[in-house]
């Protein structure tokens, strides 16, 4: 059974919400989770971040059921550029939404394996055993000079333009998102999160927190959601957990917002 949850907080500063998340199962019995962190500004953000999420869920959410592994990363891959015309178009069409873009991470799954895709600085992580290991990779100006040797690891956590994307959904009419293969084992999880919350809660407490299995999974979003806020909170916090408990995996959703 995979169990689902997700969890958003707007933050001590902000006063908009600029992040949209869901999970949940399909029509057909796939695990769908999405978060997607907008930009440009009240308006902007909240609309690019809301137009990415529904057409990404719109699509996916017709797909036939038992699909194979490959028409699966397909689906994804077509729903994210989908998503990045819509909200591309709608940029074009409204003076006010110039410029606006968005981050998204998005899991299909299909029983207790399928795919990430990934465009910005939303991430997910696999947590086993209380450890959590990223599984994607932050397009950003300063992961770019890490990768080129410019700066150090210490540096990458604290550089001043951390923040700078090189890739957003959105912003341009082409774009590309990467994709990647996962696989849940029972007690594993699945994390998807904003930099909201990965900013703020290190690797290691990202990981002993989620996976503490002895509280639910709505106890363990909030923790993680107190644990960002605690640390200054200073952005919009999103979490989306996917859960692979045993059995059958079948998705069971349950929707929380704090």
Not at 110 to 129: C, F, P, Q, T, V
Request: hydrophobic residues 40%; contains cysteine.
């Amino acid at each position: 059974m995979i169990r689902t949850v997700q969890a958003s907080d707007i933050g001590r500063v902000r006063t908009v919400n600029e992040d949209s998340v869901w999970i949940g199962a399909t029509r057909h019995g796939y695990t769908l989770g999405i978060i997607a962190d907008g930009m440009g500004g009240h308006q902007a953000g909240d609309t690019a971040s809301r137009l990415a999420l529904e057409t990404v869920r719109g699509i996916l959410d017709q797909l036939e059921p038992d699909l194979p592994e490959a028409e699966l990363k397909e689906a994804l891959t077509t729903a994210i550029m989908e998503a990045n015309n819509t909200v591309h178009r709608e940029a074009q069409s409204d003076e006010k939404l110039h410029n606006m873009g968005t981050t998204i991470v998005a899991a299909l799954l299909k029983g207790s394996a399928g795919y990430i895709g990934h465009i910005g600085d939303s991430r997910a992580y696999l947590i086993r055993d209380g450890e959590a290991r990223q599984l994607t990779e932050d397009h950003t100006l300063v992961n770019e000079l890490f990768r080129n040797g410019q700066i150090s690891l210490e540096e990458l956590d604290n550089h001043p333009r951390r923040n700078v994307l090189t890739r957003a959904l959105g912003t341009d009419t082409v774009v590309s998102a990467d994709l990647a293969y996962v696989t849940l084992a029972i007690g594993e999880l699945l994390l998807l999160c904003s930099d909201g919350l990965s900013n703020y809660v290190s690797l290691e407490h990202l990981g002993k927190v989620a996976g503490i299995n002895e509280i639910s999974l709505e106890e363990r979003a909030e923790r993680l959601l107190q644990l960002a806020l605690l640390a200054g909170g200073s952005d919009n916090i999103s979490v989306a957990m996917l859960e692979h408990q045993g059995e059958a995996a079948v998705p069971e959703t349950k929707e929380w917002e704090r």
